[in-house]
């Protein structure tokens, strides 16, 4: 997948969305999981991850505390129940997706386990090539395709990014033309 393309409508994907607590990729304190199987979402999981460090420098933006993440599990011990959502996926589908392939490598990393080996498809660049969108950050680009979103909720924003990836992958509607 290289963002320029649609992904096939009929198998699965997943998209994820990660929040951190400070400028390090190891930093997650947040992700959300959406599985999509035949152009429907399936699935969705959100988990608060406690991160390696107290200091949580992101809450203006996410919401998200320390004190609510002091006691969640860390990276290693929340990985485990997404990554079934990964399982037979085609590609990870991600707003900004260098942010979040780097995050996942980290976080991956520094718990010792596996990087997921799935291509990242970068829903700035499929809603650009896709529908010449700009601005394209998320709230504007689910804006433009009808989608709801509370922004820097992981869930939300992952569901939104499968969203996009679906309305991409569905054919061009002829203007003008009713289907009725």
């Given at each position: 997948?290289?963002?320029h393309?649609?992904?096939?409508a009929?198998g699965?994907?997943?998209?994820?969305?990660?929040e951190?607590?400070?400028?390090g990729?190891?930093?997650?304190?947040?992700v959300?999981v959406?599985r999509?199987?035949?152009?429907?979402v399936v699935?969705?999981?959100?988990?608060?991850?406690?991160?390696?460090?107290r200091?949580?420098?992101?809450?203006?933006?996410h919401?998200?505390?320390?004190e609510m993440v002091?006691a969640?599990?860390?990276?290693a011990?929340?990985w485990p129940r997404?990554?079934?959502?990964?399982?037979g996926?085609a590609?990870?589908a991600?707003?900004?997706?260098?942010f979040?392939?780097?995050?996942l490598?980290a976080?991956c990393?520094?718990?010792?386990?596996?990087?997921?080996?799935?291509p990242f498809?970068c829903?700035?660049q499929?809603s650009?090539?896709?529908?010449?969108l700009?601005?394209?950050n998320?709230?504007?680009?689910?804006r433009?395709l009808?989608?709801?979103?509370?922004?820097?909720?992981?869930?939300s924003d992952?569901?939104?990014?499968?969203?996009i990836?679906?309305?991409?992958a569905?054919?061009?509607?002829?203007?003008?033309?009713s289907p009725f």
């Amino acid at each position: 997948m290289d963002g320029h393309h649609p992904p096939p409508a009929d198998g699965a994907f997943a998209a994820i969305d990660f929040e951190t607590a400070d400028h390090g990729p190891d930093s997650a304190c947040a992700v959300g999981v959406v599985r999509v199987e035949g152009l429907r979402v399936v699935r969705r999981e959100v988990v608060l991850i406690r991160p390696p460090r107290r200091r949580v420098l992101f809450t203006p933006v996410h919401g998200i505390t320390w004190e609510m993440v002091a006691a969640a599990s860390v990276f290693a011990d929340a990985w485990p129940r997404l990554a079934p959502l990964l399982d037979g996926a085609a590609f990870l589908a991600a707003h900004n997706a260098p942010f979040d392939r780097r995050v996942l490598a980290a976080c991956c990393a520094a718990a010792g386990l596996p990087v997921p080996e799935l291509p990242f498809v970068c829903t700035v660049q499929l809603s650009r090539r896709r529908w010449g969108l700009r601005p394209n950050n998320l709230p504007a680009v689910c804006r433009r395709l009808g989608i709801g979103l509370i922004h820097h909720d992981p869930g939300s924003d992952a569901e939104a990014c499968a969203r996009i990836v679906i309305a991409a992958a569905r054919p061009p509607e002829p203007l003008g033309e009713s289907p009725f």
